[in-house]
Nanobody, 109 residues
Framework: QVNLVESGGGVVQPGGSLRLSCAAI????????VTWYRRLQRDFVAHIFP????SYDYSVKGRFTITRDNAKNTVYLQMNNLKLEDTAVYYC??????WGQGTQVTVSS
């Protein structure tokens, strides 16, 4: 079974950037689709297929980029031009994969 762990969150000012990581601590991330969500609403943020095809919520399109590094068994979420409303706990998951602890992103001036 694949288990994923998120990292990379922090506190940043509006307009700043962060890169979140979603690493597989067991299993192979290269063969699964991975989705980033954010609370409070568990809103969809971004998705990447094993092929590398991606999709984004309209609120982050053009600012966030989801990528995967198969050699590192990791999916990344590069977040640029962060806004106050991006503040949330961010989770990565896939079908049948347990939700992890998430990583807190706080955008504050």
């Amino acid at each position: 079974q694949v288990n994923l762990v998120e990292s990379g969150g922090g506190v940043v000012q509006p307009g700043g950037s962060l890169r979140l990581s979603c690493a597989a601590i067991s299993g192979n991330i290269t063969t699964i689709s991975v989705t980033w969500y954010r609370r409070l609403q568990r809103d969809f943020v971004a998705h990447i297929f094993p092929t590398g095809d991606t999709s984004y919520d309209y609120s982050v399109k053009g600012r966030f980029t989801i990528t995967r590094d198969n050699a590192k068994n990791t999916v990344y979420l590069q977040m640029n031009n962060l806004k106050l409303e991006d503040t949330a706990v961010y989770y990565c998951t896939s079908d049948g994969v347990p939700w992890g602890q998430g990583t807190q992103v706080t955008v504050s001036s």
